[in-house]
């Protein structure tokens, strides 16, 4: 085998080498680029004396396009938190219909519902049916071949209250109601 032929045979390995690591960087590319537009949902909830309020945030670094979204009581399901709300004696500060479809942007939020309340029953009665309500959000990033789900259950809005009690409120409550 000559120089020249030895050369050559170099040339060729050393262009496959280079094939083949540019095929694999490339996945690796693609692969990073759809990571780095990943969304993340999450279901926050606010309660204070001033304020009950339920938000979907987008934590992540793409776009969260919400595919579906179904909030349950046991009983009941809706597409809308406020569907399974108690009626009240006050407007509510903020809240939001279905939001099949919308995006969320990186950073974003989404208002389910919000309510200053205005005195303890209503407080009581908003946080009671926040603590039996489960929320599930089906969501997808930009390029929607992956589906994400999120599920939270309201049971943190049950914390103000001692279990061993809410029966005898409820009964007392039922009274004064009469």
């Not at 693609?30 to 001033?50: G, L, M, T, W």
């Not at 569907?83 to 989404?110: C, F, Q």
């Amino acid at each position: 085998m000559s120089t020249t032929d030895i050369l050559a045979l170099a040339a060729v390995i050393i262009s496959v080498v280079s094939i083949v690591a540019t095929v694999v960087f490339s996945l690796l590319q693609q692969k990073h680029n759809k990571n780095s537009v990943r969304p993340i949902c999450e279901i926050k909830f606010a309660d204070y004396e001033d304020k009950i309020a339920v938000y979907l945030r987008n934590y992540g670094t793409g776009p969260l396009i919400i595919k579906e979204i179904v909030c349950k009581d046991g009983e009941r399901s809706a597409p809308t938190l406020l569907a399974l709300m108690p009626r009240i004696n006050h407007p509510w500060s903020d809240y939001t219909e279905d939001v099949t479809g919308w995006t969320i942007p990186v950073d974003g939020k989404v208002t389910l519902i919000e309510l200053e309340p205005i005195n303890e029953d209503e407080k009581y009665k908003v946080r009671t049916t926040l603590e039996q309500i489960t929320i599930e959000i089906v969501y997808t990033d930009v390029y929607g071949k992956s589906k994400f789900t999120k599920n939270r259950k309201g049971d943190f809005f049950g914390r103000h209250y001692d279990r061993r009690f809410v029966g005898e409120r409820k009964k007392e409550k039922e009274k004064v109601l009469k």
